[in-house]
């Protein structure tokens, strides 16, 4: 498994890999490569990744930035026409499960 980022740590477990475990509802799976439209509609949703949160030691997303995240948001994003793009090799295979890998592959890095 390859990380998705370090720097802001990311990963439901902030070890820069996009896995899961049952204390994880969201399944942070899919490593997606921040722009600013998905940004602001994922804040639109209620999920303001922007923001930091010192407490919990989260710096806040800009564009550029690599994060894992939930599988259903990014396949939401996919719905609206606005799912950012995608590295292949950070994601986890059990996005599959929720994804057709034709749309990652359109959306990859």
């Not at 722009?35 to 303001?48: A, C, M, T, V, Y």
């Not at 799912?83 to 890095?109: C, G, R």
Request: aromatic fraction near 10%; include cysteine; proline fraction near 6%.
């Amino acid at each position: 498994m390859q990380t998705c980022s370090n720097d802001p740590p990311t990963g439901f477990f902030r070890d820069g890999c996009c896995r899961s475990g049952a204390e994880d509802y969201g399944l942070h799976l899919v490593c997606a490569e921040m722009n600013q439209e998905f940004l602001l509609f994922s804040k639109e949703r209620g999920n303001d990744l922007m923001t930091p949160v010192p407490a919990f030691h989260f710096p806040g997303l800009k564009p550029g930035d690599r994060w894992c995240l939930c599988v259903q948001r990014w396949k939401e994003a996919l719905i609206a026409g606005i799912a950012p793009k995608v590295d292949l090799n950070a994601t986890h295979i059990s996005t599959l499960e929720f994804v057709d890998l034709s749309d990652l592959e359109q959306h990859s890095l």
